[in-house]
Nanobody, 128 residues
Framework: QVQLVESGGGLVQPGGSLRLSCAAS????????MGWFRQTPGKEREFVAR????????YYADSVKGRFTISRDNAKNTVYLQMDSLKPEDTAVYYC?????????????????????WGQGTQVTVSS
């Protein structure tokens, strides 16, 4: 069992930056690949980024590639999402998620159903 708690959301102007954190409970955090998703009202949860259990592999949605960076600190049981050059279309509730299956393919890592545990979400609003 893994419990996830996101923090770091808020209101930021276009072009600004935010760093989201996701703190995990449990001693097996390093066993999980971690992902970030986002969701706006009336839409499905959308893949943003994923990082392997070791941190050695990262994957991004095309819409955030070059602007967002996912990282993790296994000693602190925490995964981060650094978001730069934010745009109004990045406005959403952001969720972190844990996937116990490490060897998932590059297509299925983008499906919300591939993840076992979810945080409660943190709101990010990009507006002037």
């Amino acid at each position: 069992q893994v419990q996830l708690v996101e923090s770091g959301g808020g209101l930021v102007q276009p072009g600004g930056s935010l760093r989201l954190s996701c703190a995990a409970s449990g001693r097996t955090f390093s066993s999980y690949a971690m992902g970030w998703f986002r969701q706006t009202p009336g839409k499905e949860r959308e893949f943003v980024a994923r990082i392997s259990w070791s941190g050695g592999n990262t994957y991004y949605a095309d819409s955030v590639k070059g602007r967002f960076t996912i990282s993790r600190d296994n000693a602190k049981n925490t995964v981060y999402l650094q978001m730069d050059s934010l745009k109004p279309e990045d406005t959403a509730v952001y969720y972190c998620a844990a996937d116990g299956f490490r060897a998932r393919g590059s297509v299925s890592i983008r499906y919300a159903r591939s993840y076992d545990y979810w945080g409660q979400g943190t709101q990010v609003t990009v507006s002037s």
